[in-house]
């Protein structure tokens, strides 16, 4: 009985990932006005479900740049959150700076001493 639960287990779990490749191809496919739409329209549900608590994780790499760009062009004002662990590079610290000089709204955080002394956590 117990093979045949994991059996049925695992089925539902691979039907779940054919459906997220599914999606994702179906995405990748779509004109870049459409993604950037529907990148927008996912950041005003947060912000409607989340109100004023929502900010930006901001790394000051290319992906955390394109959600900025993205979201102050809903809400120019949002709070941007850099966390300097010290193991960034030079030019990010610039760029971030440059940001900031920019007119974003950075806050910087500085890691707990776990971080400094363990390093980074992985998940």
Not at 53 to 59: D, G, H, N, R, W
Not at 69 to 84: M, N, Q, R
């Amino acid at each position: 009985m117990e093979n045949r639960v994991c059996e049925n287990q695992e089925t539902t779990i691979m039907r779940a990932f054919e459906f997220r490749k599914e999606g994702l191809e179906y995405l990748q496919k779509l004109p870049l006005e459409e993604k950037i739409t529907l990148s927008k329209n996912l950041i005003v549900s947060c912000m409607e479900t989340f109100g004023e608590q929502v900010y930006i994780s901001f790394s000051g790499g290319k992906d955390s740049t394109v959600l900025s760009s993205l979201v102050c062009s809903l809400k120019p004002d949002i709070l941007h959150l850099f966390s300097d662990t010290g193991c960034e590079y030079p030019e990010t610290l610039s760029f971030v700076e440059e940001e900031r000089q920019r007119g974003k709204t950075l806050c910087l955080c500085v890691p707990f001493v776990g971080m400094v002394r363990y390093g980074p956590l992985s998940v």
